[in-house]
């Protein structure tokens, strides 16, 4: 524990040139200004660090990411890697920004401890050792926040591929396009699913023009989807029913179970507008 | 794999079944399982804890919180010291039409959970352990 | 023991389901169901359960029963309201329920309820079929 405090009193009593020599360095490992971070925005967060990792080493705990006494500066650098994400730097530049403080560190710490050799050795690696943790902790954050993002622009794309429109009154629209998976299905039955629910339509369309293949599989989610559509009490039509498909499902002997098909989106459109009672005239001009 | 919690429920009676749906309910929440994962997991509980209580002369149900590093996942062991399942593969085939009570329980549970596990012989009482991960 | 109680709305039955029911409880509501339908005369019968976020394969066959056996009393039975995520598992359990009509809403289930009804009335002809079955609206 006197180990800590010996770098918790350098940083105390040089703090602000701490501060100013490890934005010197962070700037010259890009060769001067980085357009993607403003230089306010680094010096703010190069001061709440020092300050932060001063209140954590003055509490006198040892480094544990969970502890009350490192949560401060652990959550700090979390949002810290989560803003280098959005704002394009990698992995690596962002546990630089932890690395970088090593040198004038270390500088100081020869400074102040130049004349005892073992304190000074002590030192440098307790400092060298907590900072290669939480450039640790950085990049893992880092990787996490990626890993967020990829989930949730899949999760938008899925969304985006499927729309469910709604056609008129009661009538919904569903348009397949692409392969149809398992993952994909569910997510889009899911989302019809709730459609209809919050619009009160009792007509689906669901529309596989756009469906290459119909595999057993994808027969099977369609007929899913068919099963729970009707168990809300909503019915479905399955549109863009096109021969090849016809003569596939016939093949593997699915049991359409009484579901219309139709081989276009407006012969289903036509039908789902006469179930539902509405007559479509064109007056004579 | 990490054990993050666990603990026992008593599946003596039927109002058991209710606390064990809500208990799961309560844990599938708290792993923010979707809404539909969370339904198949309470759904599952509920078929195979009936079977526990009514089939298995009652039982317990323990219940383990697990990470595999990488997400979260519920465990559920269903265990009783009942008669045991004489045929297990006849069990397990879908019965609904039979009007059977156990068969339909266990191969529809079966589809709505991640993992699923039973042992079972005559004499020597009846384990399902079922599993379903974020 | 607590009853799900059953609403008297004209000729049809109401029971909305808002509870996680126990074993005992379901039993008692198709008792309680079928011995209301004989005793009104009762055509017609909804249920709601809208408020439902679980069914597992003895309530499904219970609703399944309820349905089966009103429809031998000659009331017609419709099932409302079912949510998404009910619908998704029970498909999955292997239950489609054949058999049981339902309807998206309370509203739309009145509706078939009451068509059903006047299609009855129609194919009755001249007979008044509330003098018929000794019931009073």
Redesign the interface.
Known sequence: MAQQSRTAAILTKHRDDLNAEWMKSLQAAVGGKDSRISESQLKEQTAQFTALLLAALQAGEAFNAKSSEWKAITHFLEEVSKSRVAQGFSSDETAMFIFSFKKPLFARLRQELGKDAEALAEETWAATDLLDRMGMLTVRAFQKTREDVINRQQMEMLELSTPVVKLWDGVLALPMIGTLDSARTQIVMESLLQRIVDTGSELAIIDITGVPTVDTLVAQHLLKTVTAIRLMGADCIISGVRPQIAQTIVHLGVDLQGVTTKATLADALSLALKRSGYVVSRPKV | MALLSSDDLPLRNEHDIVMVRQAVRKMTQQLTFSLVDQTKMVTAASELARNTVVYGGGGILTWEIHSDGLRKGLRLTFKDEGPGIPNLDLAMTDGWTSGGGMGMGLSGAKRLVNEFEIDSAPGAGTRVTIVRWK | MDRIPILQMGEFLLVTIQV?????LALALQDDLTSKIEKSGARGVLIDISAL??????IG?LIANISGMSRILDAQTV???????????????????TGVK????VE??MHFLRAARADDRREAGGLSSEAAHGFTE
């Open positions: 996680d029911m126990h074993d005992q976020e679980m069914v597992d394969s003895f066959r099932l409302v309201g079912m949510q998404p995520a009910v619908a998704i598992t029970l498909v999955e359990l292997g239950l489609s329920l339902t309807a998206l809403n739309r289930g």
